[in-house]
């Protein structure tokens, strides 16, 4: 593991896919760059030359639990944690009825006032608390793939992985699947192709450009001074 936090393995990866994208049609390509429309970061994208370009974006994962983390079904997130919400709605309606200790007694009148669950030890309510936060970091962090299919954030989208470690069922919808074998990937699953509009594939071509040259400044020890300072301004070492 670097020190980043990434493992060999993930890197290895990353680096499989940046070079079946430059010999597939994507010449033009970056690790770690940010996905417009879809708040995400991703792996490695990809981009084609010329007016036909067309534009790619790879996720690597490295084991089964990383890709489950991601792949949530969107819709059924939701409703789940639409139904949570009602239930806690409910526990607190009748858990004010029955515990009016609980009353904060900060408002002038009662109807208006706020209860205070906190310390109180309930079973059923701790439980749907618990689930709820689970969901709610699900919403949050573990609709990548659905949104980036939605939105159409790239002409096609590949999921990268070891062989072996996904059933078919567990490949998100419209993603294909490039499989590593020793150095090389090998594609096991072909994905849909979404017609990304033209000012999407701009918008990544740019944000590929952006990641690469972060890259190149890395790499060449280029470092630029915090905003709204000059050259003469800089602290002296």
Same mark, same amino acid.
């Given at each position: 593991?670097?020190?980043?936090?990434?493992?060999l393995q993930h890197?290895?990866?990353?680096?499989a896919?940046l070079a079946?994208a430059?010999t597939?049609?994507?010449p033009?390509?970056?690790?770690?760059?940010r996905?417009?429309?879809?708040?995400?970061?991703?792996?490695v994208a990809?981009?084609?030359r010329?007016?036909d370009?067309r534009?790619?974006v790879?996720?690597?994962k490295?084991a089964r639990?990383?890709l489950?983390?991601?792949?949530?079904?969107?819709?059924a997130?939701?409703?789940?944690?639409?139904?949570?919400?009602a239930?806690?709605?409910?526990?607190?309606? &009748?858990?004010a %009825?029955?515990?009016?200790d609980l009353?904060? #007694?900060?408002?002038?009148? =009662?109807?208006?006032? !706020?209860? @205070?669950?906190?310390?109180?030890?309930?079973?059923?309510?701790?439980s749907v608390l618990s689930?709820?936060?689970?969901?709610?970091r699900?919403v949050?962090?573990?609709t990548?793939f659905?949104?980036?299919?939605?939105?159409r954030?790239?002409?096609?989208?590949?999921l990268?992985a070891e062989d072996?470690?996904?059933?078919d069922a567990e490949?998100?919808?419209?993603w294909?699947?490039?499989?590593?074998?020793?150095k090389t990937l090998h594609l096991?699953?072909?994905p849909a192709?979404?017609a990304?509009a033209?000012?999407?594939?701009?918008?990544?071509l740019?944000c590929?450009? &952006?990641?690469? %040259?972060?890259?190149?400044?890395?790499?060449? #020890?280029v470092a630029?001074? =915090?905003g709204g300072? !000059?050259? @003469?301004?800089?602290?002296?070492t």
């Amino acid at each position: 593991m670097n020190s980043s936090g990434e493992t060999l393995q993930h890197r290895a990866l990353k680096h499989a896919a940046l070079a079946w994208a430059q010999t597939n049609g994507f010449p033009l390509c970056a690790l770690e760059v940010r996905v417009p429309r879809s708040g995400y970061r991703a792996d490695v994208a990809a981009c084609g030359r010329g007016p036909d370009r067309r534009t790619a974006v790879f996720e690597c994962k490295q084991a089964r639990a990383d890709l489950l983390k991601d792949a949530h079904a969107e819709d059924a997130t939701r409703r789940r944690l639409a139904e949570l919400l009602a239930r806690r709605q409910t526990l607190e309606d &009748l858990l004010a %009825t029955h515990f009016p200790d609980l009353r904060r #007694g900060e408002a002038l009148w =009662p109807e208006y006032d !706020t209860w @205070d669950f906190s310390r109180l030890e309930h079973d059923a309510y701790r439980s749907v608390l618990s689930e709820l936060t689970t969901v709610q970091r699900q919403v949050m962090r573990g609709t990548k793939f659905a949104k980036m299919f939605r939105y159409r954030c790239a002409d096609f989208l590949y999921l990268v992985a070891e062989d072996g470690i996904f059933a078919d069922a567990e490949i998100p919808a419209g993603w294909g699947l490039l499989v590593r074998r020793g150095k090389t990937l090998h594609l096991a699953r072909r994905p849909a192709d979404l017609a990304a509009a033209e000012p999407q594939r701009l918008a990544l071509l740019e944000c590929i450009a &952006l990641a690469a %040259t972060r890259a190149v400044n890395r790499a060449a #020890g280029v470092a630029f001074p =915090p905003g709204g300072w !000059t050259s @003469d301004e800089l602290p002296k070492t």
